[in-house]
């Protein structure tokens, strides 16, 4: 889940990582002074983070956007590949960052910078995703939220191993089991939601059969669904 503990310790622990790196934003700090300090740790990406930054002006929403630098910079140290440091220098990598770092910028959720350096990191370190792919994925990034995320793992969980034979159940019966601090409804609409980005495939919530049928949902999200976890969570679905 994205706000458990462990994934906030981590992230504080990659943010103490790097602070002798990039020292702490002022109020004064500027878009390219934020470019400089990636371009210090990691030459061969700093160039084209340079060039997107300096034609965005951002305000207050560079601290989002630097939240996200800092945790590529610690991500990246000790990487070295040709072909990563050849993508990272065409036109379709510049364009791809700088959607990104525009709705990282515009985000205000604060569990979502962290997925979007994970797709920053997935789009350099393995490129050869078809371009429209990935405008894709990130158009499902900029609508998803956390309760989006809780749901999806919640259809992700394997059915319960002790369930008694021939019980009757319903995929929305267990998805309040599973998310019991969201009401029904909530849950309803967030499937819904998930099923107009096409992440996921649930149209019957409360179609009665059996408790392991209703409980097996992993073939709800789609096979779209299954590269956007992948690609952005490092989750196999």
């Known amino acids: 889940m994205l706000a458990d503990g462990a994934r906030l310790a981590e992230d504080k622990a990659v943010a103490d990582e790097t602070s002798d ?10 878009a390219l002074d934020v470019a400089s300090f990636v371009s210090s740790a990691v030459p061969w990406v700093g160039g084209p983070i340079s060039n997107v930054l300096s034609g965005i002006s951002f305000g207050r929403r560079l601290g989002r956007v630097r939240e996200v630098l800092i945790g590529l910079i610690h991500d990246f140290e000790g990487f070295q590949s040709d072909v990563s440091k050849t993508y990272v220098k065409t036109e379709e990598f510049e364009e791809l960052l700088e959607r990104t770092l525009r709705q990282a910028a515009d985000e205000r959720s604060k569990e979502k910078p962290r997925i979007y350096r994970k797709f920053l990191v ?13 405008l894709r994925l990130l158009r499902a990034l900029e609508e998803i939220q956390p309760d989006h995320f809780r ?6 969980q394997k059915p319960d191993v002790n369930l008694v034979p021939g019980l009757p159940g319903s995929p929305g019966q267990t998805l309040s089991k ?9 849950i309803e609409d967030l499937v819904i939601q998930l099923n107009d980005m096409h992440l996921t495939d649930l149209t019957r919530m409360r179609t009665t059969m059996t408790a392991h049928g209703a409980q097996d949902l992993q073939h709800t ?3 779209f669904g299954q590269r956007f976890l992948k690609f952005v969570l490092d989750t196999k679905a």
């Open 122 to 134: 997935g789009a350099i370190k393995s490129p050869g995703e078809p371009y429209n792919e990935q």
């Open 178 to 186: 599973r998310l019991p601090d969201i009401s029904n409804e909530r």
């Open 151 to 156: 749901v999806l793992h919640a259809l992700l």
């Open 221 to 223: 999200i789609t096979p």
């Open 21 to 30: 790196i990039v020292p702490a934003s002022s109020g004064a700090e500027t």
